[in-house]
């Protein structure tokens, strides 16, 4: 492989004066009570020090790109991670995850970038799966933090990168959309994505197909968990003393909508009527949302099911008369899969976390085409690699010949179907390796 760096990105003179255009714009935004300025939040530690950008806008995010970030800081020891955000609630996950990196949270106002590029100047700017496109996805990414780094000199990829098809959710969104959708994609030095679909939209709106890579998908690398133990957990007291108590326990993550919350509970319900000392640990999406907590609190009294919430127990061990324990934490989840006798995960969420520790695994219908959770589950679903329910009582039936039989199958045709799709790691390394072996061979001193 070729030792030569190619040609960086360069931000061009019209870029810099729509750029200034959008900014006045931007400050006349503000002036109206513009929701993204003064949202910085970043911890200051010493003097500015090179660094690696990577947004992450969520858990699922950094989960997926897990295996990849970790060679990546090996690889690059000299410059400090910073994880990028637009949700503060994910911030004491992040710090879990990765105790020495910094965490930036910022819904994207350009003094945001400014200012973490005086404290962290950056050597390499990844954006992880989401957006390839100016408010493409539900999250925030804006350009000013791209427009930040290569006025830096820096280098900037996107893995793992997925369209949604997000209409902008206001009218500056749609505005930079408009603006800077096409310079969005050019200012990155590679673009790296999980399928042929999501290329050929990407060089329709305007991306150069020599800096545009298909690698597939990281999450299929970052489902194993073979070395994991209970002390590596995040609840590792609590974790253990659920293994010892050896429970029949269903583990349901990322249940979103009512009814497939209902439909999870009535199924439980049923279970318990077999084995009285079944254990539901349900992970809601979103439980910083009062309003979602509430209504679950609601279904689960409708019931009569003694509940505890994650929140409330701290490290102590789960009582024996909780039928339910509801995991309004962040960053718990992935965890709990290991106390798993079956697993279920809600729609349009990962199945590969619970698939990871070998678990069979439950599913509903109705799976959103746009999400980029939906190609892991049609390749699993075309290889007969998950247990398919319309209902509670379906649900209910395959949980109950899981606890009482086990299954063997299911495991096993899931592990083959995920080894037919791994190598994305390697895949991405290798079309932006001129970039990364760069810096590692040219490190900046930090002293």
């Known amino acids: ?57 969520t858990i699922g995010e950094l989960n997926a790109i897990e295996p990849w970030l970790r060679q990546l800081t090996q690889r690059l020891p000299t410059q400090r991670l910073v994880l990028i955000t637009d949700h503060a609630h994910y911030r004491a996950s992040y710090e879990a995850r990765y105790p020495s990196a910094v965490v930036c949270v910022s819904h994207g106002h ?47 990829v996107i893995i793992n990168g ?49 800096r545009l890579a298909i690698t597939g998908n990281i999450k299929f690398d970052a489902m194993t968990r073979t070395d994991w133990r209970p002390e590596l957990a995040h609840s590792p007291h609590l974790l253990k003393a659920l293994l010892d108590a050896a429970r029949p326990v269903v583990v349901a993550g990322c249940v979103t909508s009512e009814a497939e919350q209902n439909a999870v509970l009535d199924a439980f319900c049923i279970v318990k009527t077999i084995h009285a000392d079944a254990l539901l640990v349900l992970a809601p999406r979103h439980p910083e949302v009062q309003e979602r907590m509430l209504l679950l609190t609601q279904l689960l009294e409708q019931r009569g099911l003694t509940t505890q919430y994650r929140s409330a127990i701290g490290q102590s061990v789960i009582p024996a008369n909780c039928e339910c324990l509801v995991l309004d934490t962040m960053g718990d989840l992935r965890d709990f899969y ?19 520790f070998e678990r069979a695994v439950t599913v509903m219908p109705g799976w959103n085409h746009s999400y980029p959770s939906f190609p892991v589950y049609q390749i699993l679903v075309e290889e007969d690699a998950l247990l398919l329910a319309t209902d509670a009582a379906s649900l209910a039936a395959h949980w109950l010949a ?5 299954d063997m199958n299911q495991p096993a ?35």
Request: charged fraction near 20%; glycine fraction near 6%.
């Open 162 to 210: 997925w369209l949604y098809g997000y209409t902008p959710a206001c009218r500056m969104d749609g505005l930079e959309r408009r603006l800077f959708g096409r310079d969005f994609l050019r200012a990155f030095d590679m673009v790296c994505v999980q399928t042929r679909e999501a290329a050929n939209q990407l060089i329709l709106a305007g991306a150069e197909q020599s």
């Open 413 to 447: 045709r899931s592990r083959t179907a995920l080894n037919n799709a791994r190598g994305a790691v390697e895949r991405h390394f290798a079309a932006i390796y001129p970039w990364i072996n760069s810096l590692r061979l040219n490190p900046l001193d930090i002293h």
């Open 402 to 406: 899981v606890i009482t039989a086990g």
């Open 338 to 356: 290991a106390a798993a006798k079956v697993a279920h995960v809600g729609v349009d969420h990962n199945v590969l976390e619970p698939l990871g």
């Open 110 to 156: 350009h003094s945001d970038a400014a200012a973490l590029g005086r404290q962290y100047p950056p050597d390499l700017l990844v954006v992880a799966e989401i957006p390839c496109l100016p408010s493409d996805a539900p999250c925030r990414f804006s350009m000013a933090f791209v427009i930040e780094a290569k006025r830096r000199q820096a280098a900037a």
């Open 1 to 57: 492989m070729s030792q030569s760096l190619p040609r960086k990105t360069r931000i061009g003179p019209w870029l810099r004066i729509k750029w200034a255009f959008f900014r006045q714009l931007e400050r006349l935004s503000d002036l109206r009570g513009n929701n993204t300025r003064g949202q910085l939040s970043l911890p200051k530690t010493g003097p500015p020090c090179p660094a690696l950008w990577v947004f992450v806008s």
